[in-house]
């Protein structure tokens, strides 16, 4: 009887677990002019690169200081939060996107912005991005063709 009971339950939390839904996923970019990532939460650990003032991480893991984060190629490594600001930037990552002055493809085109540019997302309008360039251009971008949402 008791093993039923642990059997139900042990199915009943498993059902539960598929039930929840997804974490929405958590960006932010780098706020200090260069941030060194390393392969461990310690200024100690080894040094793996240095991303760029604006680059956008996705935040994986929190810890005493530190995040675990991903970045636009998928490498995962440690960055001391300090580094970080909450302004959401996002990088193109098509060869050339181009930024329409309306959330529609047969808008006028406004910029276009080559491969690994940084943009400022200023809000979300449904496939598209209202984003900003560093000159101050704004204009909607396909949400598939950046990264950091």
């Known amino acids: 009887m008791a093993l039923r009971r ?3 339950l042990a199915a009943a939390l498993a059902a539960a677990h598929f039930a929840l839904p997804a974490a929405a996923l958590e960006f ?3 706020g ?3 941030a060194i990532l390393y392969d461990a939460p310690s200024a100690k650990a080894n040094r793996l690169y ?3 003032k604006g680059y956008p991480v996705e935040l994986l893991v929190t810890l005493e200081g530190w995040y675990k984060v991903r970045d636009a190629t998928g490498e995962l490594a440690w960055i001391e939060a300090k580094d970080l600001s909450p302004a959401r930037m996002v990088m193109v990552r098509v ?3 181009d930024v329409r002055a309306a959330p529609q493809d047969d808008a006028t ?3 276009q912005a080559e491969q690994d540019v940084v943009l400022e997302l200023l809000e979300l309008a449904g496939a598209f991005a209202r984003v900003r360039h560093s000159d101050g251009t ?3 971008v396909r949400v598939n063709q950046v990264w950091g949402l």
């Open 6 to 8: 642990g059997l139900a």
């Open 28 to 30: 932010r970019s780098v």
């Open 32 to 34: 200090a002019k260069a």
């Open 50 to 52: 240095v991303l760029g």
């Open 95 to 97: 060869a050339r996107a």
């Open 109 to 111: 085109v406004a910029f």
């Open 138 to 140: 704004t204009g909607y």
